[in-house]
């Protein structure tokens, strides 16, 4: 069964403080994986889709990579406005069922001051 | 100016009651979906539809029922409510194409159902 876990289920970084958060999954056949950041009451905003291993796309202080088992996220030089809920997805049977996201339980990070 | 809109915000009803949750999105996307979100924060998809056919229906209780009148809108009736079904429910699109993440998907900013 295809399965998408991501560590650590939260973060505390200080500003400024580099880290790394991790997307590990299991999925037959991968067609893209993709980084999701959901704030408090909203709905998950999209941040990056990566295709193959080895691919890597950058946002701001954000840095995604991917390899044939799992992707990073790297925050570099983290804000306080980078505090949020991470959110790593893979679309599953997608031959049968196009568009069907798989999603991970998330990283919560919090950055302070 | 909201790509993907949600009806309403908030739903506070009894247990019992039959509620209908409106989606709507002015992005010109062909494919629409309604997503799931419990107390432990999984997102965990129910039905999807293109061009007005239903193309994902998930194992959901049959007293979920999504109605799509047109590619721009999808609607999610539930019937007789249960405690269980006390959740944050998001809406989708995206614009089905040869590589699923081209477009991305667009999430609204979902509606919080409350069964007391």
């Known amino acids: 069964e295809d399965q998408v876990t991501q560590s650590p289920e939260a973060l505390r970084l200080q500003e400024g403080e580099s880290s790394s958060l991790n997307c590990s999954y299991t999925?037959?056949?991968?067609?893209?994986l993709f980084w999701y950041r959901q704030d408090p009451g909203k709905g998950p905003e999209f941040l990056f889709t990566?295709?193959?291993a080895g691919e890597e796309k950058e946002k701001e202080r954000l840095k995604a990579t991917l390899t044939k088992k799992e992707s990073f996220l790297h925050i570099t030089a983290p804000k306080p406005e980078d505090s949020a809920t991470y959110l790593c997805?893979?679309?599953?049977?997608?031959?049968?069922?196009?568009?069907?996201?798989?999603f991970g339980a998330g990283t919560q990070v919090v950055v302070t001051p | 100016d909201t790509a993907v809109s949600q009806t309403p915000k908030y739903l506070v009803t009894q247990m019992g009651n039959d509620k209908s949750i409106k989606c709507e999105q002015n992005?010109?996307?062909?494919?629409m979906y309604w997503y799931k979100q419990d107390s432990k924060k999984f997102l965990k998809i129910m039905f999807s539809?293109?061009?007005?056919?239903?193309?994902i229906n998930e194992t959901v209780p049959n007293r979920f029922s999504p109605k799509s009148p047109d590619k721009a809108h999808l609607n999610l009736h539930i019937n007789s409510l249960e405690l269980g079904d006390s959740a944050v429910y998001f809406c989708?699109?995206?614009?089905?194409?040869?590589?699923?993440?081209?477009?991305?998907?667009?999430f609204g900013s979902g509606t919080r159902l409350t069964v007391v």
């Open positions: 999925v037959s056949g991968l067609r893209g």
């Open positions: 990566l295709y193959s």
């Open positions: 539809y293109n061009n007005k056919e239903l193309i």
């Open positions: 992005l010109g996307h062909d494919t």
């Open positions: 989708a699109s995206t614009l089905r194409g040869d590589r699923v993440g081209d477009y991305g998907y667009t």
């Open positions: 997805a893979v679309p599953s049977n997608w031959a049968d069922s196009w568009g069907k996201l798989q």
